[in-house]
């Protein structure tokens, strides 16, 4: 059972680290933008990307790294 813990683990992990580095560049991205002219709707949807960068992060963190670090 260990080794599917340290599977999961890092497979999570690194899901998790990717997602909040995607988050990250797509806030950053967003911030670019912000200043172009009509650039509203391109800051709308790297803000979107961002977001949902960070609520991938923040739940996989949460519901399965969270738990498997606890259990050991």
Do not use: T
Not at 1 to 6: E, F, I, K, P, V
Not at 26 to 45: N, P, Q, T, Y
Not at 56 to 71: D, E, K, N, T, V
């Amino acid at each position: 059972m260990q080794n599917l813990d340290l599977i999961l683990f890092v497979a999570f992990g690194l899901g998790s680290a990717l997602a909040l580095a995607g988050a990250v560049l797509c806030f950053r991205k967003a911030l670019a933008v912000s200043d172009e002219k009509d650039g509203d709707l391109k800051m709308f949807f790297w803000a979107c990307g961002s977001m949902l960068g960070l609520i991938i992060s923040g739940m996989s963190a949460a519901y399965i790294l969270l738990p498997i670090i606890m259990h050991r």
